[in-house]
């Protein structure tokens, strides 16, 4: 009888084994195109081949580009088989999408998203994601086909999505709150601007303060809590003073990647082996072994309408900063522009200026992620936040603000 048990479990686990081959074989072979062959067609309610199927595409597809992998907690690539099963269990689309949405929740990246319906129809943050994706004709036409039906769901659990109606950037500050506060500290020296988002162009109104204290030596922007939007600050610190940047990002060589690549998205850029960035030996380990290619650009901006202000900036921090607001410590930072005062950013804003987008096969839903790795200006991944140039940890909004004024007096920067 033991003998009998025995024999049993050994097949099983020998069937197991070939099967888990198999399955990783099939992998290989299903998964190396990233976009999608068939004609468009509209979406129904998915198998559970379907459903395992699109999760392993996502997965592999995020194994090969998915450059932030390395700096975080969770491992998420040895989480496969919990998110297979999850998603595999699922009754039907809607609970498909939400266990798709949790498996990349797991990973604390706000540029890591697969799209709802409502996101993708209307995104403001950038250009909308179908006008993104027109550029890629072949994800955008797959992708769209699927979403008019994946609207229809999301509607049908209680959200009323109507792609004729887009959020206006106002939605994005709570009722009453403006997106520019100002103030005179000091009358004739030490002037306050409080940008809350670069949701909303404000850059005409900033740009018209700076121009009432032109003559003001000190000029404090507080950017706490900005989670960043679009890049509106470029409007304001490309037009101070001519001034040289250089930019450099790392691709790990997937075939998604390289498809954005061939398409001209950094087309200002230059493209070599890893081995060739300058500062290759003191990349940290897990960068020089995943990843192949060295992105880098280095232009002098020279300003198109200048602003009339030539006083000393400090930039006040805190890790809530993110996105496009990081982006705009770092510039700061690189060009010595400003000084950077509190605590170290959230980060997300050094990592290339487009994310990747693609579709599942079956379900047409879209995963944007990023791609391209990029440094923040002390040298560290950008995932992990840009450190400011004189850290002040504080207990109260006003006590960083009144800490900047005595670095300012005291001259101490």
Same mark, same amino acid.
């Given at each position: 009888?033991?003998?009998?048990?025995?024999?049993?479990?050994?097949?099983?686990?020998?069937?197991?084994?070939?099967?888990?081959?198999?399955?990783?074989?099939?992998?290989?072979?299903?998964?190396?195109?990233?976009?999608?062959?068939?004609?468009?067609?509209?979406?129904?309610?998915?198998?559970?081949?379907?459903?395992?199927?699109?999760?392993?595409?996502?997965?592999?597809?995020?194994?090969?580009?998915?450059?932030?992998?390395?700096?975080?907690?969770?491992?998420?690539?040895?989480?496969?088989?919990?998110?297979?099963?999850?998603?595999?269990?699922?009754?039907?689309?809607?609970?498909?999408?939400?266990?798709?949405?949790?498996?990349?929740?797991?990973?604390?990246?706000?540029?890591?998203?697969?799209?709802?319906?409502?996101?993708?129809?209307?995104?403001?943050?950038?250009?909308?994601?179908?006008?993104?994706?027109?550029?890629?004709?072949?994800?955008?036409?797959?992708?769209?086909?699927?979403?008019?039906?994946?609207?229809?769901?999301?509607?049908?659990?209680?959200?009323?999505?109507?792609?004729?109606?887009?959020?206006?950037?106002?939605?994005?500050?709570?009722?009453?709150?403006?997106?520019?506060?100002?103030?005179?500290?000091?009358?004739?020296?030490?002037?306050?601007?409080?940008?809350?988002?670069?949701?909303?162009?404000?850059?005409?109104?900033?740009?018209?303060?700076?121009?009432?204290?032109?003559?003001?030596?000190?000029?404090?922007?507080?950017? /706490?809590?900005?989670? #960043? $939007? !679009?890049?509106?600050? @470029?409007?304001?610190? =490309?037009? &101070?003073?001519?001034?040289?940047?250089?930019?450099?990002?790392?691709?790990?060589?997937?075939?998604?990647?390289?498809?954005?690549?061939?398409?001209?998205?950094?087309?200002?850029?230059?493209?070599?082996?890893?081995?060739?960035?300058?500062?290759?030996?003191?990349?940290?380990?897990?960068?020089?072994?995943?990843?192949?290619?060295?992105?880098?650009?280095?232009?002098?901006?020279?300003?198109?309408?200048?602003?009339?202000?030539?006083?000393?900036?400090?930039?006040?921090?805190?890790?809530?900063?993110?996105?496009?607001?990081?982006?705009?410590?770092?510039?700061?930072?690189?060009?010595?522009?400003?000084?950077?005062?509190?605590? /170290?950013?959230?980060? #997300? $804003? !050094?990592?290339?200026? @487009?994310?990747?987008? =693609?579709? &599942?096969?079956?379900?047409?839903?879209?995963?944007?992620?990023?791609?391209?790795?990029?440094?923040?200006?002390?040298?560290?991944?950008?995932?992990?936040?840009?450190?400011?140039?004189?850290?002040?940890?504080?207990?109260?909004?006003?006590?960083?603000?009144?800490?900047?004024?005595?670095?300012?007096?005291?001259?101490?920067?």
């Amino acid at each position: 009888m033991v003998k009998k048990l025995f024999c049993l479990i050994l097949m099983g686990l020998i069937i197991t084994l070939l099967g888990g081959c198999e399955d990783a074989e099939k992998s290989e072979q299903e998964f190396d195109e990233v976009i999608p062959k068939e004609e468009p067609t509209e979406l129904e309610e998915l198998t559970e081949e379907e459903k395992v199927e699109d999760f392993k595409y996502m997965y592999n597809i995020m194994k090969e580009n998915y450059v932030n992998l390395y700096d975080i907690d969770t491992d998420w690539l040895d989480m496969k088989a919990h998110f297979k099963a999850s998603v595999k269990d699922t009754d039907d689309n809607y609970e498909f999408y939400q266990q798709m949405y949790n498996s990349l929740r797991v990973i604390d990246d706000f540029h890591l998203s697969i799209h709802d319906p409502e996101t993708y129809f209307s995104n403001p943050e950038y250009d909308s994601i179908p006008e993104r994706l027109q550029q890629f004709e072949d994800i955008y036409e797959h992708a769209d086909k699927k979403y008019q039906g994946w609207k229809e769901i999301f509607n049908e659990k209680g959200y009323d999505i109507d792609p004729e109606q887009l959020p206006q950037e106002e939605q994005y500050l709570e009722d009453g709150v403006v997106n520019i506060n100002t103030e005179i500290i000091e009358e004739g020296k030490i002037a306050y601007l409080q940008i809350h988002s670069f949701m909303i162009d404000s850059s005409e109104e900033i740009r018209n303060f700076m121009e009432e204290i032109s003559d003001y030596p000190y000029l404090i922007i507080d950017i /706490r809590g900005n989670k #960043g $939007g !679009m890049l509106h600050w @470029q409007d304001i610190f =490309y037009n &101070l003073e001519e001034v040289d940047y250089k930019s450099y990002l790392f691709s790990k060589g997937g075939d998604l990647a390289n498809y954005f690549l061939e398409h001209k998205v950094l087309e200002d850029y230059n493209i070599d082996d890893i081995e060739e960035y300058p500062g290759y030996e003191d990349l940290p380990d897990y960068i020089q072994e995943n990843f192949e290619d060295y992105i880098w650009k280095e232009k002098t901006i020279e300003p198109e309408d200048p602003l009339d202000f030539s006083g000393e900036i400090f930039i006040l921090t805190d890790r809530y900063v993110y996105s496009a607001s990081d982006r705009l410590v770092n510039f700061a930072r690189i060009t010595d522009l400003a000084t950077v005062v509190g605590t /170290r950013t959230r980060g #997300g $804003g !050094m990592n290339g200026p @487009q994310r990747l987008l =693609y579709s &599942l096969p079956n379900s047409g839903l879209v995963v944007e992620f990023e791609g391209f790795l990029g440094l923040n200006a002390d040298g560290k991944n950008s995932y992990v936040g840009t450190e400011p140039d004189i850290e002040v940890e504080t207990q109260t909004y006003q006590e960083l603000i009144d800490e900047t004024v005595e670095i300012i007096e005291e001259g101490r920067y």
